[in-house]
Antibody, heavy 117, light 107 residues
Framework: QVQLQESGPGPVKPSETLSLTCTVS????????WNWIRQPPGQGLEWIGY???????KYNPSLKSRVTISDDTSKNHFSLRLSSVTAADTAVYYC???????????WGQGTLVIVSS | EIVLTQSPDFQSVTPKEKVTITCRAS??????LHWYQQKPDQSPKVLIK???QSISGVPSRFSGSGSGTEFTLTIDSLEAEDAATYYC?????????FGQGTKVEIK
Protein backbone atom coordinates (compact mmCIF):
# COMPACT_ATOMS: atom_id res chain seq x y z
CA GLN A 1 0.00 0.00 0.00
CA VAL A 2 1.52 3.30 -1.11
CA GLN A 3 1.41 6.09 1.43
CA LEU A 4 2.38 9.74 0.98
CA GLN A 5 3.08 12.29 3.69
CA GLU A 6 3.62 16.00 3.17
CA SER A 7 5.84 17.99 5.49
CA GLY A 8 7.00 21.56 5.62
CA PRO A 9 8.21 24.33 7.89
CA GLY A 10 4.86 26.10 8.38
CA PRO A 11 3.73 29.65 7.54
CA VAL A 12 5.56 31.57 4.85
CA LYS A 13 5.98 35.32 4.49
CA PRO A 14 5.10 37.13 1.25
CA SER A 15 7.96 37.17 -1.29
CA GLU A 16 9.63 34.18 0.37
CA THR A 17 9.91 30.62 -0.95
CA LEU A 18 7.49 27.87 0.05
CA SER A 19 9.17 24.48 0.48
CA LEU A 20 7.42 21.16 1.01
CA THR A 21 8.52 17.54 0.96
CA CYS A 22 6.47 14.44 0.23
CA THR A 23 7.78 11.21 1.70
CA VAL A 24 6.68 8.06 -0.09
CA SER A 25 6.39 4.68 1.59
CA UNK A 26 5.32 1.40 0.05
CA UNK A 27 6.40 2.46 -3.42
CA UNK A 28 9.44 3.54 -5.38
CA UNK A 29 10.04 6.96 -6.91
CA UNK A 30 11.62 5.18 -9.84
CA UNK A 31 8.18 4.39 -11.20
CA UNK A 32 4.99 6.40 -11.65
CA UNK A 33 4.37 10.14 -11.82
CA TRP A 34 4.68 12.12 -8.59
CA ASN A 35 2.54 15.23 -8.44
CA TRP A 36 1.86 18.36 -6.44
CA ILE A 37 -1.71 19.68 -6.37
CA ARG A 38 -3.10 22.57 -4.35
CA GLN A 39 -6.50 23.75 -3.14
CA PRO A 40 -7.08 27.27 -1.82
CA PRO A 41 -9.51 27.38 1.11
CA GLY A 42 -13.06 26.76 -0.11
CA GLN A 43 -11.97 26.45 -3.75
CA GLY A 44 -11.19 23.78 -6.32
CA LEU A 45 -8.11 21.77 -7.22
CA GLU A 46 -5.13 23.07 -9.19
CA TRP A 47 -2.38 20.84 -10.57
CA ILE A 48 1.06 22.31 -9.96
CA GLY A 49 3.31 19.79 -11.70
CA TYR A 50 4.93 16.36 -11.64
CA UNK A 51 8.27 14.62 -11.64
CA UNK A 52 9.09 11.25 -13.21
CA UNK A 53 12.00 9.12 -14.36
CA UNK A 54 15.16 10.47 -12.82
CA UNK A 55 14.03 14.03 -12.58
CA UNK A 56 12.01 14.80 -15.70
CA UNK A 57 9.45 17.47 -14.79
CA LYS A 58 6.36 19.18 -16.17
CA TYR A 59 4.76 22.26 -14.63
CA ASN A 60 1.53 24.20 -14.90
CA PRO A 61 2.30 27.21 -17.11
CA SER A 62 0.42 29.43 -14.65
CA LEU A 63 3.13 28.74 -12.06
CA LYS A 64 6.05 27.61 -14.20
CA SER A 65 8.31 30.59 -13.58
CA ARG A 66 8.11 30.08 -9.81
CA VAL A 67 7.98 26.28 -9.39
CA THR A 68 10.66 23.65 -8.97
CA ILE A 69 9.93 19.99 -8.25
CA SER A 70 12.84 17.73 -7.41
CA ASP A 71 13.36 14.27 -5.99
CA ASP A 72 15.76 12.37 -3.78
CA THR A 73 15.52 8.69 -4.58
CA SER A 74 17.88 7.76 -1.73
CA LYS A 75 15.32 9.15 0.72
CA ASN A 76 12.30 8.19 -1.41
CA HIS A 77 10.89 11.68 -1.29
CA PHE A 78 10.14 14.50 -3.69
CA SER A 79 9.92 18.20 -3.02
CA LEU A 80 8.17 21.39 -4.09
CA ARG A 81 9.64 24.87 -4.09
CA LEU A 82 7.43 27.83 -4.96
CA SER A 83 9.17 31.18 -5.00
CA SER A 84 7.94 34.74 -4.53
CA VAL A 85 4.76 33.68 -2.78
CA THR A 86 1.78 35.93 -2.16
CA ALA A 87 -1.45 35.51 -0.22
CA ALA A 88 -2.92 33.91 -3.35
CA ASP A 89 -0.62 30.93 -2.75
CA THR A 90 -2.33 30.15 0.57
CA ALA A 91 -3.74 26.66 0.06
CA VAL A 92 -3.77 23.05 1.14
CA TYR A 93 -0.93 21.43 -0.77
CA TYR A 94 -1.28 17.75 -1.67
CA CYS A 95 1.22 15.33 -3.08
CA UNK A 96 -0.24 12.52 -5.16
CA UNK A 97 0.80 9.64 -7.37
CA UNK A 98 -0.62 9.30 -10.85
CA UNK A 99 -0.51 5.79 -12.20
CA UNK A 100 0.99 5.91 -15.67
CA UNK A 101 0.37 9.63 -15.73
CA UNK A 102 -3.39 9.17 -15.60
CA UNK A 103 -5.61 9.26 -12.53
CA UNK A 104 -4.34 10.22 -9.09
CA UNK A 105 -4.61 6.98 -7.16
CA UNK A 106 -2.78 7.81 -3.95
CA TRP A 107 -2.84 11.15 -2.11
CA GLY A 108 -1.19 12.59 0.95
CA GLN A 109 -3.42 14.03 3.66
CA GLY A 110 -2.53 17.56 2.59
CA THR A 111 -0.81 20.38 4.44
CA LEU A 112 -2.18 23.90 4.81
CA VAL A 113 0.35 26.57 3.94
CA ILE A 114 -0.56 30.10 4.94
CA VAL A 115 1.21 33.04 3.34
CA SER A 116 1.09 35.94 5.74
CA SER A 117 3.34 38.65 7.09
CA GLU B 1 -5.27 24.26 -21.71
CA ILE B 2 -8.20 21.88 -21.60
CA VAL B 3 -11.06 23.42 -19.63
CA LEU B 4 -13.48 21.12 -17.82
CA THR B 5 -16.90 22.50 -16.94
CA GLN B 6 -19.10 20.62 -14.51
CA SER B 7 -22.84 20.97 -14.05
CA PRO B 8 -24.54 21.57 -11.78
CA ASP B 9 -22.37 23.41 -9.27
CA PHE B 10 -24.62 22.30 -6.42
CA GLN B 11 -27.25 19.65 -5.94
CA SER B 12 -29.48 18.95 -2.93
CA VAL B 13 -30.70 15.38 -3.08
CA THR B 14 -32.92 13.04 -1.05
CA PRO B 15 -31.43 9.68 0.03
CA LYS B 16 -32.06 6.86 -2.46
CA GLU B 17 -32.43 9.39 -5.26
CA LYS B 18 -30.29 9.12 -8.41
CA VAL B 19 -27.60 11.79 -8.96
CA THR B 20 -26.15 12.76 -12.32
CA ILE B 21 -23.16 15.09 -12.71
CA THR B 22 -21.91 16.20 -16.11
CA CYS B 23 -18.39 17.20 -17.11
CA ARG B 24 -17.77 18.84 -20.47
CA ALA B 25 -14.29 19.24 -21.95
CA SER B 26 -13.27 22.17 -24.17
CA UNK B 27 -11.74 19.70 -26.65
CA UNK B 28 -11.85 15.96 -27.24
CA UNK B 29 -10.00 13.99 -24.58
CA UNK B 30 -10.99 10.46 -25.56
CA UNK B 31 -11.60 8.57 -22.33
CA UNK B 32 -8.87 10.30 -20.33
CA LEU B 33 -11.36 11.54 -17.76
CA HIS B 34 -11.43 10.56 -14.09
CA TRP B 35 -13.81 11.29 -11.21
CA TYR B 36 -13.02 12.04 -7.55
CA GLN B 37 -14.97 12.46 -4.35
CA GLN B 38 -13.77 14.88 -1.69
CA LYS B 39 -15.36 15.04 1.75
CA PRO B 40 -14.69 18.00 4.08
CA ASP B 41 -11.14 18.06 5.43
CA GLN B 42 -10.18 14.97 3.46
CA SER B 43 -8.04 14.33 0.40
CA PRO B 44 -9.82 13.55 -2.85
CA LYS B 45 -10.47 9.88 -3.55
CA VAL B 46 -10.68 8.43 -7.06
CA LEU B 47 -14.07 6.90 -7.91
CA ILE B 48 -13.87 6.21 -11.64
CA LYS B 49 -10.90 6.08 -14.02
CA UNK B 50 -10.86 6.41 -17.81
CA UNK B 51 -14.46 7.64 -17.95
CA UNK B 52 -16.15 4.38 -17.04
CA GLN B 53 -13.72 1.99 -15.37
CA SER B 54 -14.49 1.06 -11.79
CA ILE B 55 -12.02 1.33 -8.94
CA SER B 56 -11.55 -1.50 -6.45
CA GLY B 57 -13.29 -0.75 -3.18
CA VAL B 58 -15.61 1.93 -4.56
CA PRO B 59 -19.32 1.09 -4.13
CA SER B 60 -21.05 -0.13 -7.26
CA ARG B 61 -23.63 2.68 -7.08
CA PHE B 62 -20.95 4.95 -8.60
CA SER B 63 -20.62 4.68 -12.37
CA GLY B 64 -19.26 6.77 -15.22
CA SER B 65 -19.90 7.12 -18.92
CA GLY B 66 -18.98 9.24 -21.89
CA SER B 67 -16.12 9.93 -24.26
CA GLY B 68 -14.75 12.77 -26.30
CA THR B 69 -16.08 15.95 -24.72
CA GLU B 70 -19.05 14.91 -22.59
CA PHE B 71 -18.92 12.72 -19.51
CA THR B 72 -21.29 11.74 -16.74
CA LEU B 73 -20.90 10.50 -13.18
CA THR B 74 -23.97 8.72 -11.84
CA ILE B 75 -24.71 7.83 -8.26
CA ASP B 76 -27.54 5.31 -8.09
CA SER B 77 -29.54 5.41 -4.87
CA LEU B 78 -27.68 8.14 -2.99
CA GLU B 79 -26.65 7.39 0.56
CA ALA B 80 -26.00 9.89 3.37
CA GLU B 81 -22.26 9.13 3.26
CA ASP B 82 -22.15 10.39 -0.36
CA ALA B 83 -22.43 14.02 0.74
CA ALA B 84 -19.28 15.48 -0.77
CA THR B 85 -17.84 17.56 -3.59
CA TYR B 86 -17.18 15.70 -6.83
CA TYR B 87 -14.49 16.66 -9.34
CA CYS B 88 -13.65 15.51 -12.83
CA UNK B 89 -10.02 15.56 -14.02
CA UNK B 90 -8.43 15.08 -17.42
CA UNK B 91 -5.10 13.40 -18.15
CA UNK B 92 -5.21 13.84 -21.93
CA UNK B 93 -3.04 16.94 -22.03
CA UNK B 94 -0.86 19.30 -20.06
CA UNK B 95 -1.48 21.03 -17.80
CA UNK B 96 -3.65 18.50 -16.00
CA UNK B 97 -6.92 20.21 -15.16
CA PHE B 98 -9.94 19.69 -12.94
CA GLY B 99 -13.56 20.70 -13.17
CA GLN B 100 -14.71 23.34 -10.71
CA GLY B 101 -16.51 20.77 -8.57
CA THR B 102 -20.10 19.79 -7.83
CA LYS B 103 -21.24 19.86 -4.23
CA VAL B 104 -23.83 17.24 -3.35
CA GLU B 105 -25.86 17.88 -0.23
CA ILE B 106 -28.25 15.45 1.42
CA LYS B 107 -31.73 16.85 2.05
Amino acid sequence: QVQLQESGPGPVKPSETLSLTCTVSGGSLSYSYWNWIRQPPGQGLEWIGYIINRGSTKYNPSLKSRVTISDDTSKNHFSLRLSSVTAADTAVYYCARSHGGSHFDYWGQGTLVIVSS
Amino acid sequence: EIVLTQSPDFQSVTPKEKVTITCRASQSIGDHLHWYQQKPDQSPKVLIKYASQSISGVPSRFSGSGSGTEFTLTIDSLEAEDAATYYCHQSSGLPRTFGQGTKVEIK
